[in-house]
């Protein structure tokens, strides 16, 4: 494994003759420096630059000298957060410039062209180095703000003198290195309020996404799993993935950089009592919520079975309590993560909100809080996902950040049915955004697409969306004709694994259907629908229309031993029938997560589930593991 040479550079400060200041540029590349930190013990070789340190000429000498040191099998990070410019592009550069505009990041003292950056990234590539951008910027044009509150685009108009044309000869090669932008050229980039920090929206994203992954994840998959977290704030950006070929995007993430082996997490006796090496730096929630995180002992030893629950949950550690037993002071407990506490979506009421506001508060049990909701303020109490909720005239519109729909509008004359919704949509993007500690399960089974006419082929790969598309193809006299697919299930492992591959749509809804919970011997392939074709398709509800599309959500849920499905069921959102999503309701908690608390337990009856491969008999539900593909099914524009 080669060494990490990364360059960070954060502009928030910019001089009021260049362009505006920002807010979470500084935030952006200091958390990215403490991933690295995290990720490789401190091994990763890091130079910081930030605010007005960072010059055309510090950054092209920032990638010369410092990333221009990383030799072959060696990974070579530059991460820009900052403005974005855009200008029109004339003569030759529109034999370059498909979009008729140049881009170029914003530095402290002008711009630096895409064009430029691109050439001095690839003389690092050239030498033999892994060469990845990472840039949370604007490509576009448009307003610096768009009237959103909640939103602050990283764009600067280009200024007089600027030229942002040509000045660097391309070599006529294709891009040697790999680039993870925030948004497509034709859009804005986003800054907003998480959890009481400013960072870029898409920066948010990626490094939860890394945080979240597996050692083995690739940047593809990262891309895929930013792009759902992106998706959440709205439908302004797009993250980008560039070049989308096989090559450098399918790498593990830093070159799988990571402080050595991936292990158990362990139950010890510390100083404070109880404690569980997993923390709120590991995605846990803390504060008052924590108490619903637990811990179940794997293996076959001492306490197998047994539950600790958490207490309090520090940023490297959980405090617990055993549940029901009396562990051995002088012994060490492997545990696996088998109840997950998350943070409640938060929601922001513009409007008369005075009834929402009391329907959030009496939702939950015993007439008390809505378990994951929290109603907010101010922009820096916002977490992720975030509700705006716009009441006039009679209507509660829901809303993301960037004020795209979650939904259509609903009648504020039922406050409750409201309450409904909300709670829906964050127990729906909560199970989209599951994720499990790095795991010893991670990529052991893997996911394979292939269209139905071509099942011995290669499976499909992702865009440079982090997306597999399939389109509808010219019918014969009855429209155009869905595409169908085969996927597959593969145990690369030398065990039997459990495993549930879950379909989330867009219309918010969850089922296992496509493969319903099953062991898959080593070796062996599993079959989504036993082998029946996998059709993809429009609801009747949308149009056959040019342009249309929708997108599903498969997520893979590995484990050691057989769990309960029923958390993992929803249905779609229907505005017209009333769900009793409430957490007090009888059975709904235990069932659903409705009170706040995902469980990963055994199911409670016989599962009848076909083998594919030899069963255990007995197994708990031990340690899991998570991975999601996103698919879009598309109408081509033209041509059918």
């Given at each position: 494994?080669?060494?990490?040479?990364?360059?960070?550079?954060?502009?928030?400060?910019?001089?009021?003759?260049?362009?505006?200041?920002?807010?979470?540029?500084?935030?952006?590349?200091?958390?990215?420096?403490?991933?690295?930190?995290?990720?490789?013990?401190?091994?990763?070789q890091v130079r910081t630059v930030l605010d007005r340190e960072?010059?055309?000429?510090?950054?092209?000498?920032?990638?010369?000298?410092?990333?221009?040191?990383?030799?072959?099998?060696?990974?070579?990070?530059?991460?820009?957060s900052g403005h974005g410019t855009e200008q029109a592009a004339t003569g030759a550069d529109l034999l370059i410039e498909a979009t008729g505009r140049n881009q170029a990041l914003v530095c402290a003292d002008g711009p630096l062209s895409d064009k430029r950056l691109g050439a001095l990234l690839d003389e690092v590539a050239a030498r033999g180095a892994n060469v990845v951008a990472v840039l949370d910027c604007c490509y576009s044009g448009g307003?610096?703000?768009?009237?959103?509150?909640?939103?602050?685009?990283?764009?600067?108009?280009?200024?007089?003198?600027?030229?942002?044309?040509?000045?660097?000869?391309?070599?006529?090669?294709?891009?040697?290195?790999?680039?993870?932008?925030?948004?497509?050229?034709d859009q804005l980039s986003y800054e907003g309020w998480f959890d009481g920090r400013a960072h870029g929206v898409f920066t948010h994203a990626l490094l939860a996404a890394a945080r979240a992954a597996g050692p083995d994840a690739t940047y593809r998959q990262l891309l895929a799993a930013a792009d759902a977290r992106v998706r959440r704030c709205g439908g302004r950006q797009q993250p980008v993935l560039f070049p989308d070929a096989p090559g450098v995007a399918d790498l593990p993430f830093l070159a799988g950089a990571v402080a050595g082996e991936v292990g158990e997490l362990l139950l010890r006796c510390g100083p404070h009592g109880w404690e569980v090496d997993c923390g709120s730096g590991h995605g846990l929630r803390d504060g008052a919520g924590a108490g619903g995180t637990e811990f179940t002992v794997v293996g076959e030893g001492p306490g197998a079975g047994a539950v600790v629950r958490a207490r309090v949950v520090r940023a490297d550690r959980s405090?617990?309590?055993?549940?029901?037993?009396?562990?051995?002071?002088?012994?060490?407990?492997?545990?696996?993560?088998?109840?997950?506490?998350?943070?409640?979506?938060?929601?922001?009421?513009?409007?008369?909100?005075?009834?929402?506001?009391?329907?959030?508060?009496?939702?939950?049990?015993?007439?008390?809080?809505?378990p994951l909701l929290r109603v907010v303020e101010e922009p820096e109490e916002q977490g992720d996902p975030h509700f705006r909720v716009l009441l006039a005239e009679g209507t509660a519109r829901v809303l993301g950040r960037d004020g795209t729909d979650f939904v259509p509008p609903l009648p504020y004359s039922?406050?409750?049915?409201?309450?409904?919704c909300l709670s829906h949509l964050a127990r729906w993007h909560r199970l989209r955004e599951l994720v499990s500690r790095p795991s010893v399960l991670?990529?052991?089974?893997?996911?394979?697409?292939?269209?139905?006419?071509?099942?011995?082929?290669?499976?499909?790969?992702?865009?440079?969306?982090?997306?597999?598309?399939?389109?509808?193809?010219?019918?014969?006299?009855d429209g155009p004709r869905e595409p169908w697919v085969s996927i597959r299930l593969h145990n690369r492992s030398t065990r039997p694994l459990w495993c549930v591959l879950l379909d989330l749509t867009d219309s918010y809804a969850c089922d296992p259907v496509l493969f319903p919970g099953h062991f898959i011997g080593p070796g062996r392939t599993g079959y989504a629908l036993d082998g029946d074709p996998v059709r993809l398709f429009l609801p009747a509800t949308r149009p056959l229309v040019p342009g249309a599309e929708v997108r599903d959500w498969l997520k893979l849920i590995v484990a050691e031993g057989e769990l309960n499905t029923v958390p993992f069921r929803m249905r779609a959102w229907d505005p017209t029938a009333r769900a009793d999503n409430r957490a007090g309701a009888a059975g709904v908690a235990e069932t659903t997560g409705a009170d706040g608390v995902l469980r990963f337990g055994a199911p409670g009856f016989p599962s009848g589930a076909r083998e594919a491969g030899r069963v255990p008999q007995g197994a708990g539900p031990g340690r899991w593991a998570t991975r999601t593909i996103a698919l879009r099914t598309v109408v081509p524009p033209a041509g059918y």
């Open positions: 494994m080669g060494s990490i040479h990364a360059f960070l550079a954060g502009v928030n400060d910019y001089p009021p003759s260049v362009a505006g200041p920002l807010s979470g540029c500084v935030n952006d590349v200091s958390e990215a420096g403490r991933l690295l930190t995290e990720r490789t013990g401190g091994a990763a960072v010059t055309v000429s510090a950054v092209e000498d920032g990638i010369r000298s410092f990333l221009g040191s990383a030799g072959s099998g060696d990974t070579a990070l530059f991460w820009f307003a610096s703000r768009d009237g959103d509150p909640n939103l602050t685009a990283r764009f600067a108009p280009p200024r007089p003198g600027w030229r942002l044309g040509r000045d660097a000869v391309p070599s006529g090669r294709p891009a040697r290195h790999l680039l993870l932008a925030a948004s497509r050229l405090l617990v309590d055993p549940v029901g037993w009396v562990p051995g002071e002088e012994r060490v407990y492997p545990v696996a993560l088998t109840a997950l506490a998350a943070a409640p979506a938060t929601v922001s009421a513009e409007g008369p909100g005075g009834r929402l506001r009391e329907a959030i508060a009496s939702y939950g049990p015993a007439g008390g809080p809505a039922d406050a409750g049915r409201v309450v409904d991670d990529n052991q089974v893997s996911v394979e697409i292939v269209p139905w006419d071509a099942p011995d082929g290669p499976a499909l790969l992702p865009d440079g969306r982090g997306e597999i598309v399939r389109a509808y193809e010219p019918g014969d006299g």
